[in-house]
């Protein structure tokens, strides 16, 4: 979105991964409804607010879905706004949505056909669309909270994905090594329409990459 904004005025945008599900069966719940943070999860969403509390922030902004909706509430709160939400914030498609989480669910035979390709994947929604409408969602958001402050609450994969496709590295990668724990900020900082940096915090403390919760 070239020439929205000027080219001296500084805007940040905070995209937060959501906190810990409470997910006792291990299911790999995807888009599935009905998922709400853990008592350790809206502690962490608490952190989060507490560390934003001074920040001028305009907007947050979440993906529909619960456990998103639930962290952004004490930072909306916190600055007396209005959660909005943005479809394109969602989690990532995923053929596996529902299964246990386990290593022996993979190698079954009838799944082998899905892992076929780990480039595009093969088993979800393709890494290019989902860097595609994450950045729509931080383009409109950098634009109309130009000069302060954005926060857009998304899920791991969308959120990594959307780092690797700004730093211009290629979008397939091994999910052990995401940096991107849970109720961590990948801020993007912007001049004018031009990012000019990627900040990454933990302010409710580091997480496990390998450990399913999306």
Request: with cysteine; hydrophobic share 40%.
């Amino acid at each position: 979105m070239p020439g929205d904004v000027a080219g001296d005025v500084e805007t940040i945008v905070h995209v937060l991964r959501h906190g810990e599900v409470h997910n006792p069966n291990s299911v790999l719940y995807g888009r599935l409804p009905g998922f709400q943070l853990s008592v350790t999860g809206r502690a962490q969403a608490q952190a989060v607010a507490r560390s934003l509390a001074d920040h001028d922030i305009a907007l947050v902004v979440a993906s529909p879905l619960q456990r998103a909706q639930e962290t952004a509430n004490p930072i909306a709160t916190g600055h007396g706004l209005v959660i909005r939400t943005d479809d394109n914030l969602i989690e990532a498609g995923n053929t596996f949505e529902g299964l246990r989480v386990t290593a022996g669910a993979l190698r079954k035979p009838r799944h082998w056909w899905k892992l076929r390709d780990p480039f595009s994947p093969s088993w979800g929604e393709p890494y290019l669309q989902i860097a595609h409408r994450m950045l729509a969602a931080v383009n409109k958001a950098r634009v109309e909270a130009a000069g302060r402050e954005a926060v857009l609450v998304s899920h791991q994969l969308p959120v990594w994905t959307l780092r690797r496709f700004l730093q211009g590295q290629r979008l397939w990668h091994d999910p052990r090594n995401r940096q991107c724990s849970l109720a961590s900020l990948t801020s993007l900082v912007y001049q004018g329409d031009t990012l000019i940096d990627i900040v990454y915090s933990e302010p409710a403390g580091a997480s496990d990459p390998s450990v399913t919760g999306a």
